[in-house]
């Protein structure tokens, strides 16, 4: 509202130049703020990612975490420790993931957007092949570390697809999974050194159409952390 106000959780943008949101608001309780930066629709074709920032003063990550669950959605939560410290500098929450790799001893199988699931014969062509199908955007200038990407797991047991002398570990069978990863296209960063929240989205195709799909997630989501927990 005009005041400053507002009933409840939410977000409040207004239109400026170039159909941009030229200024938005979150709100918690009753109190709304600004957000403390925004991409232009330049910035995000540029870098590939639509970016905001937002204050860590009333949300952690697992309460962050909890918040994404209870508004629908499939998020999983990272941390990152900085040497020896027992703070860790970053936690990541990677939300909504649009693709699944599963890694097999002899094949992987691979699912990306709305595509139909692959075979492909040999794990390692099908990591290959999943990183060339999502892209990268590698490090970002005054961004977290990680901006995107695949998050999940290889067993010990996937090192013999690299070194077939390495003796099969005790107790694994035969056509049992060796990795699982999830892609994550759409992230929200901690960062406690600055005390600033990344909400950063994929652009996709880089089209205006993608651009403005990426605006409207990422405001969603800037919305969603500050929501209850589940």
Not at 8 to 37: D, E, I, K, W
Not at 85 to 100: E, K, L
Not at 140 to 160: E, I
């Amino acid at each position: 509202g005009a005041n400053g106000k507002s009933d409840g959780p939410g977000v409040s943008c207004r239109l400026g130049p170039g159909q941009n949101y030229g200024f938005c608001l979150y709100t918690f309780g009753a109190v709304m703020r600004p957000f403390l930066h925004e991409s232009t629709a330049a910035d995000a074709a540029k870098l590939g990612l639509f970016i905001l920032e937002l204050p860590v003063d009333i949300t952690s990550p697992v309460r962050a975490f909890l918040s994404l669950k209870q508004a629908g959605h499939h998020s999983c939560l990272l941390e990152s420790a900085d040497g020896p410290d027992a703070m860790a500098r970053y936690s990541f929450i990677g939300v909504n993931p649009s693709g699944t790799l599963r890694l097999y001893e002899e094949f992987g199988e691979l699912t990306f957007g709305s595509a139909e699931s692959q075979r492909i014969d040999d794990p390692i062509k099908a990591l290959r092949t999943a990183l060339s199908t999502s892209g990268t955007h590698g490090t970002q200038d005054g961004l977290p570390p990680f901006a995107g990407g695949w998050v999940g797991y290889l067993n010990y047991d996937f090192v013999r697809i690299i070194e077939p002398s390495v003796p099969r570990h005790a107790g694994v069978e035969d056509g049992e999974q060796y990795g699982y990863l999830q892609y994550f296209g759409d992230i929200v960063a901690f960062d406690h050194a600055k005390q600033k929240i990344f909400v950063v989205t994929d652009v996709r195709d880089g089209s205006p159409e993608a651009i403005d799909d990426a605006r409207k997630r990422g405001v969603q989501l800037a919305f969603d952390v500050y929501g209850p927990p589940a």
